[in-house]
């Protein structure tokens, strides 16, 4: 559920930098989104696991992976960073060019972004999200359902997603946009 400002005008990043630390939010075209409770176990096990094996994967290569809470800032155009309108917490994201690197994390779109969705967050994470990463410039995204035991591939082509490929979680996938990395499903628990 988003949340508005009292005086209609959208949220930017300064606003967001000024939020309290103990409560995350996204913030997607001004409107804040609560994160939540933390996540169940079964979708940290995942998302630590697929993390482990990218960055044992892109050791000593110039791509980077980082697990949330890590800060992505998207910007429109030209704003500046805290009129930034758009930031968002992926479960895993992977950048390539150091340049969109920063203290405060990531400032333009990711090459990769890996999102493990539970219950509370699938529609979120396929509908808005995924408008959010297309339309960012995010290259690959793939949406992991732990449960269901399949991942959703987004594939960015003339700045459009393609129609999405879908996979049961056996065997390995690798990343088109990061190819170094290889996801071996089998290391990832079953129940």
């Known amino acids: 559920m988003g949340l508005l400002k009292k005086d209609a005008q959208p949220f930017t990043y300064a606003d967001y930098c000024q939020w309290p630390q103990d409560e995350r939010f996204e913030l997607i075209d001004g409107v804040a ?9 079964r979708h940290q096990v995942f998302a630590g696991e697929i993390f482990r094996q990218i960055a044992n994967a ?5 791509c980077q992976p980082f697990i949330a809470p890590f800060d992505v800032r998207l910007p429109k155009a030209d704003r500046a960073d805290d009129k930034t309108d758009t930031v ?3 479960d895993i994201s992977v950048v390539c060019d150091k340049a969109k690197l920063d203290e405060r994390g990531c400032m333009g779109a990711p090459d990769w972004v890996i999102e493990v969705v539970s219950p509370a967050t699938a529609s979120h994470d396929h509908i808005l999200k995924r408008q959010v990463y297309e339309r960012s410039g995010v290259q690959e995204y793939w949406i992991v359902h732990p449960v269901d035991r399949m991942v959703t591939v987004y594939w960015l082509i003339d700045g459009a997603y393609q129609r999405p490929d879908v996979y049961e979680l056996t065997s390995t996938l690798a990343s088109l946009a990061v190819p170094a990395a290889v996801i071996d499903w089998n290391e990832l628990p079953t129940d």
Do not use: I, S
Not at 33 to 41: C, E, L, Q, S, T
Not at 58 to 62: F, I, M, R, S
């Open 33 to 41: 989104h609560a994160m939540g409770p933390a996540p169940v176990r």
């Open 58 to 62: 892109l050791k000593g290569k110039p």
């Open 88 to 90: 968002v917490q992926p």
